[in-house]
């Protein structure tokens, strides 16, 4: 396939309704459940985060629901047993997509009645798309784990049934989480529609998918480095790029999804990405607590991450 030899990746599966009601982080993502952008992202050393967090917190609003550190963010991706949606995106598909679940959140407070995101995120030439629905975890688990689909309004009913045709035709699993902190700051006056993010400790595991196992997770990329990223609907304004050419920002084409998917040798590395990624393997780094301190780990527990 192309450039790479494809490699199966074979993960095992899992799982009434209950209404729910957007909370905290949860209600900025009901607010964003459809949209279209453009995305830009960069790599960046933590230790000059705190010169971009002052520059953007100048000219734009922090996200209410956003703390001086990061919300945490978790996603659990949906793919073929050949990784197609994987290939897709290393292949640079001008039409790509993928399916994830996605908890705004501590992980480890997830209940039944949680309220995740199941979410199509594509892209269409240099254009993002998104569209989710927000539903109790219980019923998102057995909707993409056990093929049994919502009840849902007249207006979200084609979303539902594309969803449940990929889960069907293409026998989608779960095959890696990612989680992160995440700080979000929204443009304001001549720049509405502007979203920067940064992500810190990005992380994720290739087993123990429940939200609230307590499985151990590896960082994905060095916790060194943040992944910003810069959202907007028609263009970036010249003083955001002045500002990341200025603190040495730099350009990469990353996908928190495949970077988990190489990280824990699911498939071949990329001879496009990064550098500064290259040599990160999660199977040899050690487990963290995502949300707290690393922890040591014995090569038993190595084996079994």
């Not at 990353?254 to 498939?267: E, N």
Request: with cysteine.
């Amino acid at each position: 396939m192309g450039l790479f030899r494809r490699r199966s990746a074979d993960v095992g599966r899992r799982f009434d309704d209950v209404p729910t009601r957007p909370t905290g982080y949860q209600q900025t993502a009901s607010r964003l459940h459809a949209f279209n952008r453009y995305e830009i992202k960069y790599l960046l050393d933590e230790f000059k985060v705190p010169e971009l967090r002052e520059e953007l917190a100048r000219r734009m609003t922090s996200d209410p629901h956003s703390p001086r550190g990061g919300y945490p963010v978790t996603s659990l991706y949906y793919d073929t047993r050949d990784l197609r949606f994987y290939w897709e995106k290393i292949e640079g598909l001008r039409f790509r997509r993928k399916l994830r679940m996605r908890l705004y959140g501590n992980p480890s407070e997830c209940t039944d009645d949680t309220p995740v995101q199941v979410e199509i995120k594509q892209r269409v030439n240099r254009v993002t798309q998104k569209r989710r629905l927000a539903l109790p975890y219980r019923t998102a688990l057995r909707w993409l784990d056990e093929r049994v689909p919502p009840d849902c309004e007249p207006h979200q009913r084609g979303f539902v049934n594309e969803v449940t045709t990929l889960l069907g035709n293409l026998d989608l699993r779960p095959i890696v989480t990612t989680g992160y902190l995440r700080e979000a700051f929204i443009g304001q006056d001549a720049d509405l529609g502007l979203r920067v993010t940064i992500d810190h400790k990005v992380h994720g595991r290739d087993r123990d998918f429940h939200f609230a196992s307590g499985a151990q997770n590896s960082y994905i990329i060095p916790p060194k480095l943040a992944v910003v990223e810069i959202k907007a609907n028609e263009r970036v304004p010249y003083w955001l790029t002045d500002l990341a050419a200025r603190i040495d920002m730099t350009v990469v084409r990353i996908s928190k999804y495949c970077q988990s998917v190489q990280a824990f040798g699911l498939a071949p590395r990329s001879i496009m990405g990064s550098p500064e990624l290259a040599a990160h393997d999660a199977r040899s780094s050690p487990a963290v607590d995502p949300f707290g301190d690393t922890t040591p780990r014995s090569s038993e527990k190595n084996q079994a991450i």
